[in-house]
């Protein structure tokens, strides 16, 4: 499918207009960025790895009743997506202490969590999206109460999916992050879910398998991603 107008660029992907107004087309990089930008790389073949476990992991998501932009996967780094008007409210869902909460609560990190924690923030790259609650995304008119409702109700049934998966697979799921949008006035999943947007740490080394490595200087990035891809294609082809 013949790319068109060129209309976002993010640090992972690029997003192009199509013939259809309802679709577009997202394209996939192998760029990696960490810290607001501060640090930029490349994860040799990260979108094409991202692109394939985005799409099975939303497939798997369907099944369950969770519904996503997806279309159709085109090729190794594109997907065909629905238009949607994204929801400018970020949501993490954390089920073992890592990374920012444990800097902000004192905890160290591998702390299980007894029940998810579900944290909100503005997807606003110029603020460094910063966190916020529902009070915020309401006043600022970024997110209605219906609409919060639901994007944090399909972020338990997700991390509930997800979980179940990978601990069938020897991964932990740390934490991870999600987008919503609407499309004819239903919010549904947007953008991926990826080692790009998760923490997955090994069940049994506690090796990351993740983004954090390309943060952290811990090198094997794309072995890593290669390795989570595997596993979820063998879980999910049985």
């Given amino acids: 499918m013949p790319a068109g107008q060129l209309l976002y660029e993010g640090k992972a992907k690029q997003i192009y207009e199509t013939e259809n107004e309802k679709e577009l087309l997202m394209k996939y990089k192998d760029d990696a960025t960490a810290f607001d930008g501060q640090k930029k790389g490349v994860i ?48 993490v869902t954390r089920n073992v202490v890592a990374g920012s ?43 209605t109460d219906e609409q919060l409702k639901a994007i944090q109700g399909q972020a338990l049934k997700i991390n509930k ?4 998966l990978f ?26 879910i990826s080692p790009d947007t998760c923490r997955l740490w090994d069940r049994d080394s506690f090796e990351k398998l993740d983004k954090d490595r390309f943060r952290r200087n811990l090198g094997q990035e794309a072995e890593a991603y290669q390795e989570v891809a595997k596993r979820i294609e063998t879980a999910l082809s049985k």
Avoid: C
Avoid at 63 to 78: A, F, S
Avoid at 161 to 164: A, G
Avoid at 175 to 191: N, P, Q, S, T
């Fill in 167 to 192: 601990d069938s697979i020897n991964i932990i799921l740390v934490d991870f992050k999600l987008e919503f949008g609407i499309y004819e006035g239903r919010v549904i999943l947007a953008d991926e």
């Fill in 101 to 143: 909460l444990a800097q902000r609560i004192g905890k160290e990190e591998g702390f299980p969590l007894p029940t998810p924690i579900i944290e909100l923030y503005y997807k606003n790259d110029d603020l460094h999206d910063p966190m916020i609650n529902e009070y915020h995304a309401r006043a600022m008119g970024w997110a």
């Fill in 161 to 164: 999916v997800l979980q179940k």
């Fill in 44 to 91: 040799q073949d990260k979108g094409i790895v991202n692109n394939r476990v985005t799409n099975l992991l939303f497939r798997l998501l369907e099944i369950e009743g969770i519904e996503t932009h997806l279309i159709k996967q085109i090729d190794d780094r594109n997907s065909l997506v629905k238009n949607l008007q994204i929801i400018p409210v970020e949501v």
